[in-house]
């Protein structure tokens, strides 16, 4: 699979990998020099669905530096927190966008 997805007018290219950097305990990667997204293919949807968040948080963190007050490790931890607490309410999230679509 190959898709694109727009992080702030940027768009990034979404790949299915199955080797990140030769890391097994990797799941997903940023490269904002090339603009990819890259997710580990054996993932299984829900690991994938969190994954792209996650790296879509990178990508936002990136271009828009919300974070750099933060060491590396922090920043990390704070986006995997994040990532956690967004995919949990993500779906009711969507009920309500879909509800304001229809309504007009």
């Known amino acids: 699979m190959s898709d694109t ?53 990178h ?6 530096r919300i974070f750099d007050f933060l060491d590396e490790s922090d920043k990390e931890r704070t986006i995997v927190q994040l990532t956690t607490g967004l995919y949990a309410v993500l779906p009711e999230l969507l009920r309500f966008f879909e509800k304001w679509k229809k309504e007009g």
């Open 5 to 57: 997805i727009n992080v702030l007018g940027i768009p990034y290219k979404v790949i299915e990998v199955s080797d990140l950097m030769g890391r097994e305990d990797k799941w997903g990667e940023t490269v904002v020099t090339h603009q990819e997204i890259k997710i580990w293919k054996e993932a299984s949807p829900e690991e994938k669905q969190m994954t792209l968040l996650h790296e879509i948080l």
């Open 59 to 64: 990508a936002l963190d990136y271009a828009m």
